[in-house]
């Protein structure tokens, strides 16, 4: 019986279609990661429209309340803080989903179960599959900004018209802040307490720091530059011109796109060779 099986035996350069491998690689990564998304699309469901209606309950609405009944929109420039609030929470959703899709399965694939190195003794190569873990982290970024957009709406924290440009400074943060924890992530040979470190001495203070709750103009101006230097400010700044339709100069436009686009592409820099360097071992 198995002569009969190995002598219908083609090979495997006849059962996988190398070139559309060689071309479509990063694809099939992506899939892989989105059907293990799929596992759990109770709890991201649960998550995407959980959390905004929490913070928009406590704060938008709790400490909003507060603020705008004290002079608070004067200082807003005339508009309630759930509206000045909006454009940050958003941004920060599309952040934190860019960094679970990047760096857990970063993780799991060099350190936990090295998932990474089965792919790779296939023809993917590791900037194949460090594509398509970026890709499948774009995927869940878009679902998580899709469900606080619905409950934006839902709450009139933003107006219809400013979803889709919304959609974008969101979306260019978790790009960015993603293509930064691949690269962190793929440099990590032992893990010990990495994500918690993230958390608390990255994603925490860039979170309080970063003129999501107020102006960042009214922080101590030693404080200013964590706002500087993070994508949430940047993020945030651009969801708020749009949304709030200020006017600002073109410079303004260019400084907060050309920092995001410049952390995704340091970040891309780093992390493909790293991916390349790792599987080669």
């Given amino acids: 019986m198995s002569d009969v099986k190995f002598s219908r035996w083609q090979g495997a350069p006849k059962l996988v279609d190398l070139d559309k491998l ?47 009944a004290n002079g608070g929109a004067e200082a807003l420039g005339g508009f309630s803080y759930l509206q000045f609030l909006a454009p940050a929470l958003l941004a920060s959703a599309a952040m934190q989903s860019a960094m679970d899709e990047t760096a857990f399965p970063t993780l799991r694939g060099f350190v936990w179960d090295k998932g990474f190195f089965a792919l790779n003794a296939t023809r993917l190569t590791g900037r194949q599959i460090a594509e398509g873990v970026l890709m499948g982290a774009y995927v869940r970024v878009i679902l998580s ?31 960015a802040w993603g293509s930064l924890i691949l690269a962190l992530s793929s440099n990590v040979v032992d893990d010990d307490g990495f994500i918690s470190l993230i958390f608390r001495f990255v994603v925490m203070p860039m979170f309080l720091f970063s003129g999501t709750f107020y102006p960042l103009e009214q922080m101590p101006i030693y404080l200013q530059w964590i706002g500087w230097i993070s994508p949430l400010w940047h993020a945030t700044s651009l969801g708020r011109i749009m949304s709030l339709e200020l006017s600002v100069e073109p ?31």
Avoid: C
């Avoid at 989105?34 to 400490?63: D, S």
């Avoid at 469900?147 to 969101?170: C, G, H, K, R, T």
């Avoid at 260019?254 to 080669?280: C, D, N, Q, V, W």
């Fill in 145 to 175: 900004i899709f469900f606080y957009e619905l409950v934006l709406l839902a709450f009139n924290a933003i107006p219809l018209n400013m979803a889709l440009p919304l959609f974008f400074s969101s979306f260019f943060a978790g790009l």
């Fill in 251 to 281: 410079w303004v436009w260019i400084m907060h796109l050309g920092f995001l686009a410049l952390l995704a592409i340091i970040g891309r820099a780093i992390a493909f060779p790293t991916f390349e360097r790792r599987l080669s071992k």
């Fill in 22 to 68: 060689r071309w479509f690689g990063a694809f099939y990564v992506a899939e892989m990661r989105i059907r293990t998304m799929a596992k759990w699309w109770v709890t991201i469901v649960l998550n995407g429209f959980g959390n905004p209606v929490i913070y928009l309950l406590a704060i938008g609405i709790g400490v909003g309340t507060l603020v705008d």
